[in-house]
């Protein structure tokens, strides 16, 4: 069987099987709510793994599932090398957002990256220790600040609630996506106007190393002519 891992909950999963849906590929949980099991009709030899959005990337990359779906902010930041590991298929067309860097908005003088470089560089001397960004993005933060020449911060995890992160005290900046920008401005915070360091949707990701044997090769061939994309990558 072709497994394809789809997120498990949520507005991803109901887009997702909306999506292959007006393809003629029908996808539904085959149990109970909660239970996260799936199945697919509309063609043969397609099994359905409901997984966490987070955990798509790892299992592709594993090859314990030979198509995902799930945001590209999270393939990029999982994975490294991603496209080595993984081939893009489609991209889908919802769970738009953007990873951004947001400050304070009582910082006046700091709307670009230039000027948190400078807030940044006069942090350690006035504070005692280095400016801290709260993310769950590490990957990308930290390639994006060397890219900058940014170089006097600290990362801070964080797996959730990361805008609240600046009103607790546990970070000055945060790294975080945003769509509506609601968030943010709940939370007294403005984005840096050259900081959007990757713009993500939810996407159709194919394994590269998942035992792509002759059967499964026939099976991708027949779902990428329904879905209309190209599997040439694989
Ligand atoms: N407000 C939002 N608007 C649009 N897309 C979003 C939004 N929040 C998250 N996403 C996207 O949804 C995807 C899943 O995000 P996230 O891992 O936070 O989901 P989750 O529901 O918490 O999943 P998990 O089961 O892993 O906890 C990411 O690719 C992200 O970019
Ligand atoms: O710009 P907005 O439309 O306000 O959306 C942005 C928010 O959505 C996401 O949170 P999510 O609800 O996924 O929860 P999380 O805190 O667990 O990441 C993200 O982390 C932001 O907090």
Not at 12 to 40: H, I, K
């Amino acid at each position: 069987m072709l497994k394809i891992g789809v997120p498990s909950k949520g507005r991803l999963m109901e887009q997702t099987f909306e999506w292959f849906g007006a393809r003629g590929v029908t996808m539904r949980q085959s149990g109970r709510d909660r239970e996260y099991a799936g199945a697919v009709d509309g063609i043969d030899g397609v099994e359905l793994v409901l997984l966490s959005a987070g955990e798509i990337p790892r299992e592709l990359a594993a090859g314990r599932i030979h198509l995902g779906v799930t945001g590209s902010d999270l393939v990029r930041d999982k994975l490294a090398d991603w496209d080595r590991q993984v081939a893009e298929l489609a991209q889908m067309g919802f769970g738009h957002a953007d990873l951004i860097i947001a400050v304070p908005a009582a910082w006046v003088d700091c709307d670009t990256m230039d000027d948190l470089d400078a807030v940044a560089a006069g942090f350690r001397a006035a504070h005692g220790f280095r400016l801290r960004i709260a993310t769950k993005y590490h990957r990308l933060v930290r390639e994006f600040l060397t890219e900058q020449g940014v170089a006097e911060y600290q990362l801070v995890d964080s797996q959730g609630a990361t805008e609240g992160t600046v009103k607790n005290q546990t970070a000055e900046a945060i790294a975080d996506i945003t769509s509506t920008g609601e968030t943010l401005r709940a939370n007294d915070l403005k984005i840096l106007g050259d900081s959007v360091i990757h713009q993500s949707q939810a996407t159709l990701f194919a394994a590269r190393q998942a035992g792509w044997d002759v059967e499964k090769r026939a099976t991708l061939t027949r779902l990428a002519g329904m879905l209309g994309v190209k599997a040439g990558a694989i």
